[in-house]
């Protein structure tokens, strides 16, 4: 019975002698007293072997043991914290350099978009854009291209599934339905934007890409407007001398074109780019087809157009000599911090 008293006594000459210097120190010194399995709940516990008339005293004594303890525990703990506020103070050195702030840049793709979009604006185009979450009607059949036309195949999307006819635009040609089915002409745009196709991704394509589209409709606008137009772009852009238009096939223009840029042969980067031709093929272009005005309500008798519409991703390769594709849109810092000096 006594035994309980003297240990008690012993706890509290024990807590005395404790030195509570370090953070662990003190996380040892709650664990070991006032920890749920510490000393002081387990005298409490004790209390039961305690005959009744000293159970009054024994609560007491125990009690006064908590307290102590506790004041210890908080007096130490604001000790140490005073103690470690004043050694931050002391190292705290005025004279250093500041935290740098890293700089963000601009994505090569923006860089190259930017670009595009600034050379056009000089001959009065404006910046128009689309939903790249699109209706079919928009992205296809306005543009020429009605279901079950085969040329539907070279632009395997990906489709929404809770909402039939909508999928995600396979190109930015949209933006000229959407521009022709709200405006009057003249009309002179030009619609950077997301594009995603149904591809297997490797080091020269990906399901999602960029591309920047251009719409010329007014009353006897020509062919020879286009390649006029196309070849002050590839000047500025490239500082190309010469463009070359072969024909092609787009539902969407007749007669259509691809057009490529004369890069030379000289460099290696030019060799590799062009693979060993000297022209590098950027866009498609052509006469917009008086079917496409006639679907977006424009008199196809009295207004003609051209348009064109490219792909960034390659230009911007190009542009920063970057080899893989897929570079672009991992968004690894260390390849992305090349680019601050081009803001
Ligand atoms: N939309 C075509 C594509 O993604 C590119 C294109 C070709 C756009 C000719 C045009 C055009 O506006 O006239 O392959």
Not at 75 to 102: C, F, I, N, Y
Not at 145 to 158: C, G, I, K, L, V
Not at 161 to 190: C, E, F, W, Y
Request: proline share 6%.
């Amino acid at each position: 019975m006594s035994d309980i008293f003297t240990k008690v006594r012993e706890a509290s000459s024990a807590l005395e002698a404790e030195q509570l210097l370090t953070p662990q120190a003190l996380e040892t010194f709650r664990i070991r007293y006032l920890g749920a399995k510490g000393l002081i709940k387990s005298l409490m516990e004790e209390m039961r072997d305690v005959p009744n008339e000293r159970k009054r005293e024994f609560g007491q004594v125990v009690n006064a043991l908590k307290q102590q303890a506790e004041t210890q525990f908080q007096a130490a703990k604001a000790a140490l914290e005073t103690q470690a506020e004043q050694s931050a103070t002391e190292q705290l050195d005025l004279t250093a350099p500041g935290e740098p702030l890293p700089l963000g840049s601009r994505h090569p793709i923006s860089i190259t978009m930017n670009r595009v979009v600034d050379i056009f604006k000089r001959i009065g185009f404006a910046v128009a854009d689309g939903p790249e979450i699109e209706h079919d009607w928009y992205n296809f059949t306005a543009m020429n291209t009605p279901e079950d036309h085969p040329a539907r195949d070279m632009q395997d999307t990906f489709y929404v599934v809770d909402a039939p006819g909508m999928l995600l635009r396979t190109h930015t040609s949209n933006v000229q339905a959407r521009v022709m089915t709200t405006r009057k002409p003249p009309i002179r745009i030009i619609a950077p934007g997301r594009v995603y196709r149904n591809e297997t991704i490797s080091a020269r394509s990906h399901a999602q890409f960029h591309q920047v589209e251009g719409l010329y409709i007014d009353e006897g606008v020509s062919f020879a407007d286009m390649k006029q137009t196309l070849l002050y772009f590839a000047r500025e852009m490239f500082g190309a001398p010469k463009i070359r238009l072969r024909p092609s096939f787009f539902p969407f223009t007749e007669p259509s074109a691809e057009m490529d840029v004369w890069l030379g042969t000289d460099t290696e980067e030019n060799c590799r780019l062009t693979k060993g031709t000297g022209w590098l093929e950027i866009l498609g272009c052509g006469m917009v087809d008086p079917q496409v005005l006639e679907n977006c309500g424009i008199d196809s008798r009295q207004y003609s157009g051209f348009a064109f519409g490219m792909g960034i991703e390659r230009q911007a390769l190009r542009l920063f000599n970057i080899p893989d594709i897929r570079l672009l849109f991992e968004n690894d810092v260390r390849m992305l911090q090349q680019f601050i000096s081009s803001l």
